[in-house]
């Protein structure tokens, strides 16, 4: 049996055990992709982060579900890289580089309100049509149609993961969404293995601009997401993109996680480029401890 460490951090929150957590593995290298699942999959979170060194970069990230490899995870990446900075583990500049399964993203360290803040460039969004069954969308999520907000598209979004972007009325559906993600794969005609972001521009919080929950696709091996941190991304790149058009920029908080006790803020940049979007997200963590794995090697 091998044992390994593993440090437990919860991203988008200063509280231990709201937000979004994530296993953070430091020295991966020697480990196996078999036993990076394998670790993820007993840590049980949605991600786990393995942290590599990199020939491209400071520091490589590989993102496992319980499931699967992600190729980027922004809760995740916020988790590492407020594990490595506090740990003395990265070089002492305001900006650094991780190598991804996306490409190589720079990591912008803040220090805002006396707390460590990390500020993430996600890849350039796209986006593609949802042409599947909207009674079926919204009964699998145990939702009506006439619960969304069909003067806004339904769309898939993507700045690293693949995600539909679901427009719901208001705040008194989220509370009834009760997720069946065995059928999502059927749903998902276009992109089966993509997950459900059902997201309302009413707010708990008058601080916040969109309200979200995030439904796992079932390869993950997880059911729902507290805080996503890449999909608040593609939310920001979606009302650029739909509901403002003409707007060069655009900041807001996505708040996200209320529903499971989880409560989290993620801060959301989006900038017109040319013919491209700058995304970026921002976000801190907490650690809130340290625990042992075993498997087998």
């Known amino acids: 049996m091998k044992m390994v460490p593993v440090l437990h951090y919860d991203a988008f929150s200063v509280q231990p055990n709201k937000g979004n957590p994530a296993g953070v593995v430091l020295h991966a290298d020697t480990l196996t992709e078999e036993e990076m699942l394998a670790i993820a999959r007993k840590v049980g979170f949605n991600e786990t982060t393995f942290i590599l060194k990199s020939e491209k970069a400071d520091i490589r990230l590989r993102y496992y579900t319980p499931g699967h490899e992600m190729n980027l995870c922004g809760h995740a990446t916020m988790a590492s890289m407020y594990a490595l900075r506090t740990k003395g583990l990265l070089p002492e500049k305001e ?32 986006f593609i049509p949802f042409e599947g069954d909207v009674d079926q969308l919204a009964a699998s999520i145990n939702l009506k149609r006439e619960d969304l907000d069909l003067s806004m598209p339904i769309v898939y979004g993507s700045t690293g993961i693949w995600t539909l ?49 995030h439904f796992s ?36 908080i996505v708040e996200q996680g209320q529903e499971m006790g989880k409560d989290g803020r993620v801060h959301v940049q989006v900038n017109r480029n040319q013919d491209k979007m700058d995304v970026y997200i921002s976000g801190t963590a907490v650690f809130v401890r340290e625990f042992d794995v075993h498997i087998d090697g």
């Not at 580089?97 to 350039?124: A, S």
């Open 217 to 252: 696709s079932p390869y993950s091996g997880t059911v729902e997401d507290p805080v996503t941190g890449t999909a608040s991304g593609v939310m920001g790149a979606y009302y650029l993109t739909y509901l403002n058009t003409e707007l060069p920029s655009a900041q807001f």
């Open 165 to 213: 972007l679901v427009p719901v009325k208001g705040l008194s559906g989220f509370d009834r969404m009760v997720p069946n993600n065995a059928l999502f794969p059927d749903i998902l005609t276009e992109n089966p293995k993509a997950s459900l972001h059902p997201f309302c521009m009413e707010t708990m919080d008058d601080s916040s601009f969109m309200h979200a929950r």
């Open 95 to 126: 900006t650094v580089w991780i190598e991804t399964n996306v490409g190589v993203l720079p990591i912008e360290f803040l220090h805002e309100q006396d707390r460590l803040t990390m500020k993430m460039k996600q890849d350039h969004p796209q």
